[in-house]
């Protein structure tokens, strides 16, 4: 008994070790992940009871930021709104300067 005390003792010794450094591996997700994360358990509810081919070309579409549900007048003001984004940053325009550049843009 005393045998299987000890031998007992010492896995749990040798075992705790490996423990920590399971846990230790466990990292917390980037905010890049999390944000991936988040577009990912919208796109899913979005996706709603669709299922093969119809769910894989929806989910493809939400997960690169597109709206496959968009009316045409919705993907153009998207399409604008990409826009007006690609001209702002490469004018490099920063807070309220970037917010009206983006106003005047959008409604032109």
């Known amino acids: 008994m ?3 005390m000890a031998a007992f003792c010492c896995l749990a010794l040798i075992g705790s070790p490996l423990a920590l450094a399971q846990e230790k591996a466990k990292k ?3 905010e890049a992940q ?3 994360q988040e577009r990912m358990k919208t796109c899913n509810e979005k996706a709603g009871e669709r299922k093969g081919d119809e769910r894989s070309k929806f989910m493809s579409a939400c997960l690169k930021g597109e709206d496959p549900g968009a009316s045409d007048k919705q993907k153009a003001q998207q399409e604008k709104m990409k826009s007006c984004n690609k001209q702002a940053s490469d004018k490099q325009l920063k ?3 970037r917010q ?3 106003s005047g843009c959008l409604k032109g």
Request: aromatic share 14%; no cysteine; glycine share 6%.
């Open 95 to 97: 807070g309220d300067e």
């Open 2 to 4: 005393k045998r299987w």
């Open 100 to 102: 009206k550049f983006m």
């Open 28 to 30: 917390e997700p980037t």
């Open 34 to 36: 999390k944000k991936q």
